[in-house]
């Protein structure tokens, strides 16, 4: 998402990520559980609207913060003996 800390709806977020929704939703309530997201419907006026509201996930601070820890890039650590040779 170019955008993580807005409001990302269920179908916006399988369409991004590839996702189906029966590997989408369970992960999303899985990070609700943690803490690393948090949700709410969409408010809408039924007369005008003809579809029912959505629900929508937002990053915690605490997501961010995890979510980004797990962006960076992992650098392995400089070898301590150099590696044996072949002959």
Do not use: C
């Amino acid at each position: 998402m170019d955008a993580p800390t807005e409001q990302h709806y269920g179908y916006q977020l399988s369409r991004s990520s590839g996702l189906r929704s029966g590997v989408l939703y369970p992960i999303l309530q899985r990070l609700l559980n943690e803490g690393w997201l948090i949700d709410g419907w969409e408010q809408i006026d039924p007369a005008l609207e003809k579809r029912p509201a959505r629900r929508y996930y937002t990053l915690t601070e605490a997501g961010m913060r995890e979510l980004g820890a797990l962006a960076k890039p992992q650098i392995a650590p400089a070898p301590t003996q150099a590696p044996a040779r072949f002959a």
